[in-house]
């Protein structure tokens, strides 16, 4: 059954929600950069939240890994073992986010497409030094093109050589526990999730797996829950009433989850 997954977005320390088509490696400007909300409160806050609520699986992303290491690590305290952490991952540093920030399992994506495509080398090391690949999530960001999705890197900027498909979700399930799919065309905008994606995802992924981008309405859950055929998760953004948005509340995410506990 579909679940609500939520999300801590961290840009300059701060919890905040951005349009990812906006958010460029190296070019973005306080000018180019659409921020649709800056929360007033510390990522703590969202932690404890999502603890005393139940909202298992949820995730902190690092937006700027240089300069959001503290606000990050503030989160995974809060709510130690409770949180999967993303931005910045590497096989080097995995270790010191799980052992010694507390997080409950690793979101890698950049490092693992250095040029511009899957390194098993690479896969291998970082379920090695983990433990094992119940500990690691595979975010699989990408964007539409031609008829196809292909991943895209360095913060949604960069497409890749890899296809989201049937035979790359086969052979990365091998290596991890769950896909964080980002869908980055829609990411942000609340226009809509691409139902498309949704739908091939439902039929192709045999791990747990949970969609991001475009959610705006507290029907995308049951949209998703259709879709998907409950294979997929869902995660809600800059529609979520938590951060200013007016197109899903809170407390209905909480309440869909228990009701399908």
Request: charged content about 25%; proline content about 3%; glycine content about 10%.
């Amino acid at each position: 059954m579909t679940k609500f997954r939520a999300c801590i977005d961290i840009h300059n320390n701060l919890v905040k929600q951005i349009v990812g088509s906006t958010l460029l490696s190296h070019t973005s400007t306080p000018t180019t950069l659409k921020t649709n909300h800056t929360s007033p409160h510390p990522p703590a806050y969202f932690s404890a939240l999502y603890r005393d609520a139940g909202i298992t699986g949820s995730h902190v992303i690092l937006l700027s890994p240089n300069d959001s290491l503290p606000a990050a690590t503030e989160a995974l305290a809060a709510w130690r073992g409770g949180l999967q952490v993303g931005g910045g991952i590497t096989a080097d540093n995995a270790l010191e986010w799980l052992d010694e920030r507390g997080a409950e399992k690793i979101v890698v994506t950049s490092w693992l497409f250095p040029r511009g495509r899957v390194e098993v080398e690479r896969l291998e090391e970082l379920v090695r030094k983990v433990g094992g690949k119940e500990r690691v999530v595979i975010d699989l960001s990408c964007r539409r093109v031609g008829g196809k999705w292909m991943v895209a890197m360095e913060r949604w900027s960069r497409i890749t050589e890899v296809e989201v498909c049937k035979e790359t979700l086969d052979m990365l399930s091998n290596y991890c526990s769950e896909f964080l799919i980002h869908a980055a065309d829609v990411e942000g905008l609340c226009r809509g999730i691409d139902e498309e994606l949704v739908e091939r995802l439902g039929e192709w992924v045999t791990i747990p797996t949970t969609y991001a981008g475009g959610g705006k309405e507290f029907a995308d859950l049951e949209r998703v829950e259709r879709l998907s055929g409950g294979k997929v998760d869902l995660t809600f953004g800059s529609a979520l009433d938590l951060f200013g948005g007016e197109g899903v509340k809170f407390e209905d995410c909480v309440r869909w989850n228990r009701e399908r506990s």
